[in-house]
């Protein structure tokens, strides 16, 4: 929105561009108005054609438009120009075939010129005319042409504006005829649609929005985009029909204004995305949203594009192609979370590696299916990528083509297994994924929409044995953990379980979707452990059981509460407390855990519920250094702290034992030593085998 404008009229702006590229710059700007309202007034219109008599088209040349305005304007049409200026327009559509032409201004001055200069033609009328009180039969018009009228009239959404636009359009369905036709040209900034869609609720108009092909370099006028709203009169009992027209000509049916609308809006950003990249003004690594008309909603693009520049200059092998120029970059479905394509220091290093100044890296869409594989996906995008190629790139010549990378043959497989929303989450998709082009390795995700590029949960689905109807079934694999933070943690659950007599006590804090929980629940099961989990979102406890397989036994006890809240509670009770509760609230700068888990307070109250023994493990992600430090601070003063920093993720393992170091080691086994002695040296691969024995096999 703040790039975009939000606040300032689109006309001002659009005609602002026009006259700082002017030969006449100096007249053209004192002509601006004084302020948006006077686009509405006669005084205004009257003193800019008395010392601009020169043609001034707005919105685009007959040849822009052409195609579109002949699309639903036949010569036998009657057809009614309303603001119509100096443009050419009328002229150039009398000369084309369609001489039944009246045209009205508000402004004297410019109608008595184009009377005179259009004395020739002569069934073609100029009328000085106020198109909010037209003088005009009912039913006069088959057609009319508003190219930037209705942008004038609103200006802004004041009251005035929309009761202007009101009586504007009463006029129009008023003057034309059932079956006729308002071809409205337009910015489309949002109040300006809004009031244009409110006229024609429940009125039967059949309404179309295309939008107009776009010229992105430098040099253009505005990097505003152009649209040609076509409202077709109809009886108030035939159903309203809504369409999309892209600037291709591929049309999408909508459900009603709202769709349209988004439809607009993306354009828009994508036109002032466009314009920014071209002109060097966007940030590193900036990316935008893709839609296409093949999409079957709005709601979510089928692409997101990120553009990489390469920060290192690079050897240009042929500066006449586009080779080590620019080069398309797809990321396979399921494969998007990882470090290398999820994060600007990853898109970098693949910027780098595939050796091309600037890399374009391509997202796609889990609510969106891709029929046809990887070279589809090329046909699909081919006509869009050269937007997005630097000034030094050339379009395809010679049968030279925009190279298109990807990791595999593949674009990967992702199923939608449940959709839900989570009142303290939001909306959240639970998924299928194969991600290597053989189908040997199969994942089950829990995404959460807002935040699509952190995987929330992760397990690893075994095949089983063929059905009788040859089908393959998959159940998971817990003897699988995905996060390498996970296996910090367990690696610290080991050492707690080792030679005891009896069970070892935990308290896990933050269920998830039972990825953690769901591995320690099976080692429940073979009495090592008996564990509590404290959730405070009860959805997410159900889909830890439906869609994880996490199991809740005598030995693993669930509870739907805030740890916050319980853990107090508790005192001298567990061997091992596991935090790994997230914070929703982004402005904090620390996405786990919670920040009321790690105050002076609480963590007094966490290490007064361990054992004399006991081990806290919590989970810290937190990008604000500062932050992150005070925090470590925090828990180093109450216990004696090891942290692991996992290689490639913002995760940091924080082990803190009540115990000191070399108390633990007098008082340990030498399996115990041996993994805090991996602990101390972070060298996590040699740690696994160690716990490894506490899991339940696959089998």
């Known amino acids: 929105a703040e790039y975009m404008g939000k606040d300032r009229c689109y006309l001002l702006n659009y005609y602002n561009s026009k006259f700082c590229n002017s030969n006449n710059r100096l007249i053209d700007m004192a002509l601006l108005p004084q302020t948006v309202d006077d686009f509405s007034k006669e005084a205004y219109w009257d003193k800019f054609f008395k010392k601009r008599s020169q043609t001034f088209e707005w919105y685009g040349e007959y040849t822009d438009l052409c195609d579109i305005l002949h699309k639903y304007i036949k010569p036998s049409d009657r057809l009614l120009v309303v603001g119509c200026g100096n443009s050419r327009l009328s002229e150039q559509l009398y000369d084309a075939g369609i001489i039944r032409i009246d045209n009205i201004d508000i402004s004297s001055i410019v109608v008595n010129q184009m009377a005179l200069c259009n004395a020739h033609r002569d069934s073609m009328k100029f009328i000085c005319m106020d198109a909010t009180s037209m003088e005009f039969d009912d039913g006069s018009y088959s057609v009319i042409i508003d190219k930037g009228t209705t942008d004038a009239l609103t200006p802004d959404s004041t009251p005035s504006s929309v009761d202007r636009i009101h009586r504007l359009y009463n006029e129009y369905n008023r003057v034309l005829r059932t079956g006729g036709r308002i071809i409205c040209v337009t910015l489309a900034q949002s109040h300006v649609i809004s009031s244009i869609f409110s006229n024609f609720d429940d009125r039967g108009w059949s309404l179309r929005v295309h939008s107009i092909p776009l010229n992105h370099d430098k040099s253009s006028d505005s990097h505003l985009p152009v649209f040609v709203i076509v409202a077709t009169k109809f009886m108030p009992s035939i159903n309203s029909v809504y369409e999309w027209f892209n600037a291709t000509g591929k049309s999408q049916r909508c459900q009603g204004t709202d769709e349209l609308s988004k439809f607009i809006a993306n354009e828009q950003e994508y036109s002032m995305f466009l314009h920014q990249l071209q002109n060097n003004n966007l940030s590193e690594d900036s990316s935008i949203n893709l839609y296409s008309p093949s999409c079957v909603t709005v709601d979510h693009p089928r692409y997101h594009l990120y553009i990489v520049d390469l920060k290192t200059s690079h050897p240009i092998k042929n500066s006449r192609t586009n ?377």
């Open 323 to 699: 080779y080590n120029i620019f080069a398309v970059f797809i990321v396979p479905q399921g494969r998007e979370t990882e470090w290398l394509f999820s994060t600007s220091e990853g898109r970098n290093q693949l910027a780098e590696s595939a050796g091309y100044q600037r890399l374009l890296v391509v997202a796609l869409n889990r609510f969106h299916s891709y029929e046809g594989g990887l070279e589809a996906i090329k046909s699909e995008l081919s006509s869009r990528v050269m937007d997005f190629a630097p000034s030094n790139a050339v379009s395809v010549v010679s049968g030279e083509q925009t190279p298109f990378l990807s990791v595999g043959e593949g674009i990967g497989e992702r199923t939608i297994l449940h959709r839900g929303v989570s009142i303290m989450s939001g909306e959240y998709v639970v998924e299928d994924v194969v991600i290597d082009d053989k189908h040997t390795e199969k994942y089950r995700r829990l995404i959460f929409t807002n935040n699509s590029n952190v995987i929330q949960s992760e397990s690893k689905l075994i095949r089983k044995k063929k059905t009788k109807k040859n089908a393959h079934k998959y159940s998971i694999d817990h003897s699988y953990l995905s996060c390498n933070y996970h296996k910090s943690m367990l690696a610290g659950v080991a050492m707690v379980t080792n030679c005891r007599l009896t069970p070892a006590r935990l308290l896990l804090v933050g269920l998830g979707g039972g990825g953690l929980a769901s591995h320690l629940s099976h080692i429940c099961l073979s009495g090592e452990i008996e564990m509590d989990c404290f959730e405070i979102d009860s959805e997410m406890v159900e889909v830890a059981k439906s869609w994880f397989d996490f199991r809740e036994s005598t030995n693993c006890r669930v509870r739907v509460a805030d740890g916050l809240s319980v853990i107090p509670e508790y005192r001298d009770t567990f061997d091992c407390i596991l935090i790994d509760a997230d914070c929703k609230d982004l402005t904090v700068g620390m996405s786990f855990p919670h920040p009321g888990f790690v105050t002076p307070q609480f963590l007094q109250i966490i290490k007064d519920a361990l054992t004399h023994d006991g081990v806290l493990l919590l989970n810290l992600v937190c990008r604000n250094d500062k932050l992150k430090h005070d925090v470590l601070n925090e828990i180093s003063s109450l216990f004696h702290v090891k942290i692991y920093n996992v290689e490639d993720e913002l995760n940091t393992t924080v082990l803190g034992f009540r115990q000191s170091i070399v108390d633990l080691e007098h008082t340990t086994s030498m399996s115990n030593r041996e993994i805090l002695n991996q602990i101390f040296t972070q060298d996590i691969q040699e740690l696994i085998p160690l716990f490894k024995q506490y899991s339940i096999s696959s089998e």
